[in-house]
């Protein structure tokens, strides 16, 4: 099987790559306090939450919340 062209990421729209970079930015902002805990960077994250998933709605998007489920992400890292 041969796969042709590309599928270019949407404008605007967050991947995995942007939420682990603001997770490790946070990291990077409290590097004299290392070492970190998951709960110090997850409350953090909550100062300015980035994007965790959009919609083809217009103007459909959700951010880090605090809740079990952004929390627990952090478990697979």
Do not use: C, F
Not at 15 to 39: D, F, G, K, M
Not at 44 to 65: A, F, G, V
């Amino acid at each position: 099987m041969q796969v042709k062209g590309e599928k270019p990421e949407e404008a605007g729209r967050p991947t995995s790559a942007r939420i682990l970079e603001s997770r490790q930015q946070v990291t990077e902002n409290l590097r004299p306090y290392w070492p970190l805990s998951v709960r110090q960077v997850h409350y953090k994250l909550l100062n300015n939450p980035p994007l965790t998933q959009t919609t083809k709605k217009k103007n459909e998007r959700w951010r880090y919340k605090n809740n079990l489920d952004n929390y627990g992400k952090w478990v697979s890292i």
